[in-house]
């Protein structure tokens, strides 16, 4: 069982607290948007979104700091994942 | 008697708790837009929506995760429908 | 006398609350947004709307689920009807 | 002396209360939006507005219901106007 | 010294009060939006604004009733001015 | 050291309140936007923002009447700059 | 380890306060959008964002004033960065 997303949408998981202290991120407070690194667990197939041609850019397995604004979390078998717009996707940790 | 969508609408019937608690589907407390397991009922015909072609990436029979924000909730014959815009559908649970 | 809409908008007449618990349909309640099952009285031309060509999808005397949330009541020789655009039109009842 | 409305504007003179009972149109109470009945006193010559192609489909003299909630009321030499873009005209009544 | 408009921009200088009386024009009060009648005393040259071409259809001397919402007052040399968009313009008092 | 603008933005120079005095601009008191009178420093190369093509009609020493409301203060090496969009000025003082 | 931005996005790290002084810009105090001075540190490859094309018009090791409202601050193995969408940098400090 897998989540498939549609369109530009990306499905996340975030990454654990430990990893994150390893990999070095760390998140300034701030109430609205938080900023957080996790990993890339499936990627829709973009193409027309809303009438504009949307290329995915990232791929499974990147790591990524996204905004978590506009982000919608499920739990599937016990894991919790993110799903998110590819705009919301900041930057690929490299 | 049946719901016929227009456009990017979709009808779904959401799957019952116990269902959801077989397919590990948890949803966090978010009050705004709770995320949510749904089977596919019927899928409008897309083409020219809002100015900009649509094209249908669900069918009937989908298990679906949609966001409830926009969706509206309907009876029909006793059956209890959501019909949402395939915007709201962030992916298929395969 | 009658109501002839124009561009994209739609004369619906909300069918009787016999009506629509013969149909069957029970609408839960939510102040914001009312869906609603109504008989469809007058359509208007459709064309370019906002820049944007509309084609007419419902017809005279379709039974419509639609969102009351924009909808304009006004009343004609002592008769209800609600004004909305077709987008306002959630599905078909067959 | 006269009122020539630009772009996609139009001049309407609201029916007096008598006239409007007479034609049969009651108006709910509805405090944000209020339908009403009026005539088309002038019609702005549409064309390109805000980058649309806008063709007008009122014409003087039509009686309409229009939505007053964008309009603007003026009052010139003593009689009053409402003047609204041709989107808030609703249908028009025959 | 004078004001010379960029874009769809007007310079209006309003008509005093004594005028506005000859005139006969009255202004219901209204808080938020109060209609005027100004004088057209420069016009900005159109072209392609907001990546849309914009054609002036009001000339210098012109009578004009304009919604005084976006408006923005300037006094120069003791004269006080309001500049607008066209798209504030409702209609030319003939 | 000095400010080069980017796309469609112009760096400003208030003009000393003597100064204002002396071109006569007096700015009646309005909370949310302040016209104000200022000479153009840095002119951006515009060319596509946003999609849109944009030409710059300002020039290096005009004065100009701007929309503070979305401008942003500045101070380089003692002086204050404010930068704003072409959109934000409203008029050249020729 | 290092942050690649998507699209339109730039990676910027904020000059130090002794640097900042160094350089003569003064911020004024502003609540809701702060402008500040700060080093390129990554630069987005540009393309179709949002479908509309973007040329990156910065280059790594610019200075430049941004305009902190819509940025978001990361920590990427103890070193504060910030970041924002090109549209979000006001100007290039020579």
Redesign the interface.
Known sequence: ???????D?I?LKQLEAEETTK??????G?AK?K?QEAEVI?VGPGG?I????V?M??KEGDKV?Y?KYAG???????E?YI?VK??D??????
Chains 1, 2, 3, 4, 5, 6, 7 share one sequence.
């Open positions: 069982m897998k989540l498939v997303p549609l369109g949408k499905v990999s070095g991120i760390v998140l300034p701030q948007e900023p499936a027309i809303d009438g504009k041609e290329k850019q990232v700091i905004s919608t979390e499920v739990e599937l078998e016990g919790e799903i590819q705009n996707i900041l930057a690929i940790v490299e």
